[in-house]
């Protein structure tokens, strides 16, 4: 099984930043595809942004300029930084590997 342990949540204004990291194990880190996705309360759970094994990513377009998704495989992590945020990027944020379940995830707050 693959354990995922996400951290770097928190509560941040408006327009501010963030970084969310994700610890893997039980897995060969560095050839996965890595996700991190997100749900608000009462939504569905949404993909955010995708990174492949040799780096190549992609992003939800109510993301795309504002987040990156970056992985250093070196320490088995994946992170998602945040810049210019928005009240609608309120969620609890989850990291992902094709082959794990669902950890617990970290809560992002938006505050006006």
């Known amino acids: 099984q693959v354990q995922l342990v996400e951290s770097g949540g928190g509560l941040v204004q408006a327009g501010g930043s963030l970084r969310l990291s994700c610890v893997v194990s039980?897995?060969?880190?560095?050839?996965?595809?890595m996700a991190w996705y997100r749900q608000a309360p009462g939504n569905q759970r949404e993909l955010v942004a995708r990174?492949?094994?040799?780096?190549?990513?992609n992003y939800a377009d109510s993301v795309k300029g504002r987040f990156t998704i970056s992985r250093d495989n070196a320490k088995n992590t994946v992170y998602l930084q945040m810049s210019s945020l928005k009240l609608e990027d309120t969620a609890v944020y989850y990291c992902?590997?094709?082959?794990?379940?669902w950890g617990q995830g970290t809560q992002v707050t938006v505050s006006s």
């Open positions: 992902k590997a094709p082959d794990s379940f």
């Open positions: 039980g897995s060969i880190f560095s050839i996965n595809t």
């Open positions: 990174i492949t094994m040799y780096g190549n990513t």
